[in-house]
């Protein structure tokens, strides 16, 4: 296992679109994962794309932590969990902002509109198709994750640019902060 480099806003491979896995169980790829989690853990992210390790490919690595699930059935937490070739399909118009941060744009977070429910169709690294629903917390993990598959950064997807700051001045002002589902 090894870390590896985190690509910043800025490098051209974050804009990319990225190609498909032709399969999923390839020892390369299996070693990509492996890199990844160890990568997403050292670096304290809840997810990682494979763009964000210079990998244009469609597949990422996130969980859910229990502080951020919520007691909805999709939005339990979840232990570390690799999607690939994943397809999102939002399940439902209803849209919240919620706060995310990036390891790819280091220091800063905002509040940025995701769905709250989705339905995701994927393929697990042991080869396994899946289908499930996701929610609130996890479903916002999963479509920042999987917009970086597709080559978009989430202030790409802001709506209200006064919510975005740096972690520490955000922190030292939070009743001037708008409260977010
Ligand atoms: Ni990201």
Partial sequence: MAILKIARMGHPVLLQRAASVPDPTAPAVQRLIADMTE??????GVGLAAPQVHESIR?????VPGGRASDDPDDKPQPI?????PVITA????Q??????CLSIPGL????PRYDRIIVDATL??????????????AGVIQHENDHLDGILYPMRMTDHRL??????????PADLPVLS
């Fill in 39 to 44: 990568t997403m853990l050292d670096a304290g």
């Fill in 59 to 63: 597949l990422f690595v996130y969980f």
């Fill in 81 to 85: 969990t690799t999607l690939i070739n």
């Fill in 91 to 94: 399940d439902g118009p209803a």
């Fill in 96 to 101: 919240s902002l919620r706060w995310e941060g």
């Fill in 109 to 112: 977070r905002a509040a940025v």
């Fill in 125 to 138: 690294p042991d080869g396994q198709s899946v289908t499930f629903r996701a929610s609130f917390f996890h």
């Fill in 164 to 173: 975005f700051g740096f972690n520490e001045e955000l922190a030292r002002y």
